[in-house]
């Protein structure tokens, strides 16, 4: 008789890669992972109290100085404020994608 059967040792590899990516996937259902994000914001003379608290994290009090620039209408300066107003309500988490 000739029996002709899959070789495991060639299959190891595959089943090892497979198995990983699996677990991997059931591990992040109980443990969020860290996302890193980037993104660029204006500075300058407009924004001068404001970049410092950004860089700081203090993503509250950035957000009330941003409002205050928008509210004034300037065209030049809104969007730009719009703008690192996003960003602030990224790192707040109040952005839903």
Known sequence: WLL????ISKAGDEI?????????KYVD???PGI???TGLYYIGKDF?????????????????????????GNPKIAPRAENNLR????????NKY
């Open 35 to 37: 996302e890193n994000r």
């Open 48 to 72: 001068k109290k404001i970049t410092p608290l950004m860089k700081s994290y203090q993503w509250e009090k950035a957000e009330v100085l941003l409002l205050e620039l928008i509210e004034k």
């Open 4 to 7: 002709v059967a899959p070789s």
């Open 29 to 31: 259902l109980f443990y």
């Open 16 to 24: 090892n890669e497979l198995s990983f990516l699996i677990g991997r």
């Open 87 to 94: 960003l602030v309500h990224d790192a707040m988490g109040k």
